[in-house]
């Protein structure tokens, strides 16, 4: 019985305790303004079908990421997931399919060699450090509109 009453006037105690040091510990916040943006990508003059874009910030500790998917050739992130305002590394990287295609694509052999990745994407453009690919996001709606246009190699 003493136990549970004992508990009962600790917790509170322990509670107030751990607010008070949280409260004062002088972590930097980590968020950076972000910004919309969009784009179109293509490969040889074609467009990627299905591919991921990952924006990397320059100059922000730590690294602000945003992703987005690529259809079609078009991609567009919302300023709330978008990268963050400034200088930003790309990188381009492949997509792996649905598991219902990836199924119907090895037509009921489990054993059969069948790769998920719907479009290729050149190793170059798969690190945001080897594609030189960069965009300048900017806090407008309307000026980040971004333009791909990768080599095969």
């Known amino acids: 019985?003493?136990?549970?009453?004992?508990r009962r006037r600790l917790s509170p105690l322990m509670l107030l305790g751990?607010?008070?040091?949280?409260?004062?510990?002088?972590l930097q916040s980590t968020t950076a303004e972000r910004g919309a943006v969009s784009g179109y990508i293509?490969?040889?003059?074609?467009p990627v079908e299905s591919a991921h874009i990952i924006f990397m910030s320059e100059g922000h500790d730590p690294v602000v990421k945003a992703r987005?998917?690529?259809?079609?050739?078009t991609f567009s992130i919302a300023a709330q997931n978008g990268p963050a305002v400034g200088k930003n590394s790309?990188?381009?990287?492949?997509?792996?399919?649905?598991?219902?295609?990836?199924?119907a694509g090895r037509k009921g052999d489990r054993t059969a060699a069948y790769s998920p990745i719907i479009v290729e994407i050149p190793?170059?453009?798969?690190?945001?450090?080897?594609?030189?690919?960069?965009a300048n996001?900017?806090?407008?709606?309307?000026?980040?509109?971004?333009?791909?246009?990768?080599?095969?190699?």
């Open 90 to 103: 790309i990188a381009i990287v492949p997509a792996a399919m649905e598991l219902e295609a990836f199924e």
């Open 1 to 6: 019985m003493q136990t549970i009453a004992l």
């Open 42 to 46: 293509s490969i040889d003059g074609s």
């Open 123 to 134: 190793k170059v453009y798969q690190d945001p450090e080897s594609s030189e690919l960069t």
């Open 68 to 73: 987005g998917f690529i259809s079609r050739g």
């Open 18 to 26: 751990l607010i008070t040091v949280g409260s004062g510990c002088g």
């Open 137 to 153: 996001v900017t806090s407008s709606e309307t000026d980040n509109y971004y333009e791909f246009k990768l080599d095969p190699q």
